[in-house]
């Protein structure tokens, strides 16, 4: 199935997909006013050192540890994508305990937020990958599991 | 055709329907519900009085689950017995329902003390369940108040709980700290302290030795008021189905990583068992919920004639008091690493070249990146764990191990 993965050889660690991504998720037209001056609460986000960057977002793994280690039964995986009902999340973050790629966070709230591809918001598609200047987070089919 | 039975309906109840319908979508699986809920998320109760959820968002799956899953469900009954013999398990109404595998999920029942004069106090509750919460409610109003008999998870999240519903809180324990099964003595200074501030009240090192009505004599000497008694001292496993036909208990049914007990076709899973601790390399009971949820989906793989083994348990909390979250896992063994600030601590414990536990109090960020090096047990010599011990990150990893975490390649 497909999925978003990350070249570090071509990450410049600008930051540019947590911008998209916050702004993809605010459900807002305008960028600006989106995020201009506001702090930001990505569901991706660039980890690295002095010598290498790379994003960091959710695998969508084909065995989620954070859907069987939910205490509130609100992380289910649909379709291949694993999605959490903020609704049911109380935010306790056990999923926060549990991912092994540090993957998740929560919002500025303390609930739980998490990259769902960007299939049901305004964006439609991975605005991570659509927005970034090097091609260095890409969204296609390597040949694991759903 | 397989015939299974279910008894329990809470987590690792949910986790077995799953495992089984993952691999045998028509036999029949009946589950037999002594609560008349459908699965809820237990750990939620404290929640719902804090008013973060209600009835209806703390079910644990959707309302078409059981038939979508094809599963009959009995409510409001009891097994008293199961017929190893003639593969029965047999209801307190007399009932008696073959089955082809069994998977006991009987979960844990409070373990109360006998406190001499506790038949006198009038308002008295446990809190484990969505209808000791619902008592508990009715129990209390903003003048009640509350004096909890245990400073562990249960008994702080429902001071928690309570908090803001009732005019004082008051919680004691034997033992000289909070949360002892999960911090050591600093780290539950600092949840105490926090708890202090926002106006919980502690008698530690003391207990209640007998009540009177309104009011519990202390091991101190001293008298303690109170409307409401809550009493969450601990839990015990519930495992009398399986030790009264023989089968190998400790302080839970011993189960195996297939989740089968020492009895044919019986498998048990969630906090009725005591499984292996790899982090501790010894079986104990482990109640936790993600914990119940694993051990349910591997023994119904197993129980429809899949393949699953679930070998990775590790004692792992993550439980927040008024905005301070306190993340826990594993075994505090070893050589200690330790990061201080004014709003946070971290505690490592490393042993033979892995990390073997770690509790971290305030900053919490990506911690999983921890667990799961506990759960796989790296070896510390293949990551720079210079960096990994200063703050949780991939990057500590090797350029090819990362590249197969995030870039697919395998």
Redesign the interface.
């Known amino acids: 199935m497909k ?1 978003i ?4 050889e071509w990450c410049l660690g600008c930051h540019l997909c947590e911008y998209n991504c916050a702004f993809a998720n605010s459900g807002m037209t305008d960028m600006a006013t989106a995020l201009k001056g506001k702090p930001i609460y990505p569901r991706i986000h660039i ?3 002095d010598k ?1 960057s ?1 994003a ?1 977002s959710c ?1 969508h793994c084909t065995d989620p ?1 954070c859907v ?2 939910c ?3 609100a992380i289910s995986k649909t379709d291949g994508v694993v999605r959490v009902d903020k ?2 999340c ?13 993957s ?2 929560p919002d500025e709230s ?1 609930i739980m937020q998490k990259c769902e591809l960007c299939l049901q918001n305004t964006c439609g598609e991975p605005a991570c990958v659509k927005g970034c200047p090097n091609r260095a987070i890409v969204y296609e089919e ?3 599991d759903e | 055709m397989k015939q299974y039975v279910i008894i329990g309906n809470g987590v690792a109840a949910a ?1 077995c329907i799953e495992g089984i319908r993952s691999v045998d979508k028509d036999s029949k699986i009946t589950v037999i519900s002594e609560e008349n809920h459908p699965v809820y ?1 237990r ?2 109760i404290s ?1 719902y009085l804090e008013n ?2 209600d009835p209806e ?5 959707s309302a078409d689950f059981y038939e979508k899953m094809g599963c009959d469900l009995f409510y409001g009954k009891k097994v008293i017995h199961i017929d190893a013999d003639s593969q029965k398990v047999v209801l307190d109404d007399g009932t008696k329902l073959p089955y082809t595998e069994v998977c006991v999920a009987t979960g844990s029942a409070p373990f109360v003390p006998p406190f001499e004069g506790l038949n006198t106090v009038e308002k008295k509750s446990n809190f484990m369940t969505l209808d000791d919460t619902f008592a508990l409610e009715k129990a209390i109003d903003k003048d009640s108040n509350v004096l909890i008999v245990g400073a562990g998870l249960i008994g702080l999240k429902c001071a928690e709980g309570l908090h803001g519903r009732v005019a004082g809180i008051t919680v004691c324990d034997l033992a000289d700290r909070v949360l002892s099964s999960i911090l050591d003595t600093d780290c539950a200074a600092i949840v105490q302290k926090h708890l202090e501030a926002n106006g919980i009240q502690f008698m530690l090192g003391d207990t209640a030795v007998r009540f009177e009505k309104n009011s519990a004599q202390m091991k101190s000497g001293k008298t303690v008021e109170f409307d409401t008694l809550v009493l969450a001292v601990g839990v015990r496993p519930n495992t009398a189905l399986v030790k009264d036909i023989g089968g190998e208990i400790n302080r839970g049914i011993i189960v195996n990583e297939h989740m089968e007990t020492s009895l044919e076709n019986i498998y048990a899973a969630g906090d009725c068992t005591e499984g292996k601790d790899i982090s501790l390399g010894q079986k104990r009971v482990l109640a936790l ?2 914990n119940a ?2 051990q349910g ?1 591997t023994a119904g793989v197993n129980m429809a004639g899949g393949e699953e083994v679930f070998d990775k348990a590790i004692p ?5 008091f008024f ?1 301070l ?1 306190v ?1 826990t ?1 594993g075994t505090y063994e070893g050589e200690l690493y330790e990061e201080k600030t004014d709003s946070s601590l971290k505690r490592l414990f490393t042993k033979d070249g892995l990390l073997k536990g770690f509790i971290l109090i305030g900053k ?6 921890y ?2 090096l506990i ?2 047990k790296t070896p510390l010599d293949t990551i720079d764990f210079k ?1 990994m011990k200063k703050v ?4 500590a990893f090797s ?1 090819e191990n ?2 197969k ?5 395998v």
Do not use: D
Request: charged share 20%; glycine share 14%.
């Open positions: 999925r993965y990350v070249n570090e980890e690295g050192n290498v790379y960091v695998r540890i069987k280690s205490i509130a039964g609704n049911k109380v935010g306790c973050l056990t999923c926060v305990l549990v991912c092994p790629y540090g998740l966070a303390g390597r040949g694991e | 986790g998320c750990p939620l929640y973060k959820t968002r703390m079910n644990y799956r919920l993600p949820y694993m989906h792992m909390n993550s439980i927040g905005g979250h993340m896992a919490t960020e990506r911690t999983g990146i667990t799961s759960r796989e960096t949780a990150t991939s990057v350029p990362r590249r975490k995030f870039g697919g390649v």
